[in-house]
């Protein structure tokens, strides 16, 4: 049974699939912070957003599912995703409302 304590924590974001390795730490090194009372915050590239999470599960697997909004280049923005952890690493996807998808993969920091 997956819970909310084994995602808490700093995670550094190493890879996106829409997105290349320049344009993550262009302002600040990307990352995803996931706090105990299933809040946390994310930036990679011009984006940020706050995230609202909860265990989730999806094609029958559990997982933390998040909504989020946030900001591109100071523009409004929001949308949803999915993540599962492994050990030190986490894996999932991120998605803008009416727009980009992406596959990500962040490690424990």
């Given amino acids: 049974m997956m819970t909310l304590k084994q995602f808490v924590g700093n995670w550094r974001l190493v890879e996106m699939s829409a997105w290349d390795a320049d344009y993550l730490d262009g302002v600040?090194?990307?990352?995803?912070?996931?706090?105990?009372?299933?809040?946390?915050?994310f930036q990679f590239g011009c984006v940020q957003g706050e995230l609202d999470c909860s265990i989730d599960t999806i094609g029958g697997a559990q997982c933390l599912g998040f909504s989020w909004e946030?900001?591109?280049?100071?523009?409004?923005?929001?949308?949803?995703?999915?993540?599962?952890?492994?050990?030190?690493?986490?894996?999932?996807?991120?998605c803008f409302h009416l727009g980009d998808e992406s596959d990500l993969k962040a490690v424990r920091t």
């Fill in 70 to 94: 946030g900001s591109d280049d100071a523009h409004p923005v929001s949308g949803r995703g999915w993540l599962t952890v492994s050990g030190m690493e986490l894996t999932g996807k991120i």
């Fill in 28 to 41: 600040v090194p990307a990352g995803i912070v996931i706090r105990k009372n299933g809040t946390g915050s």
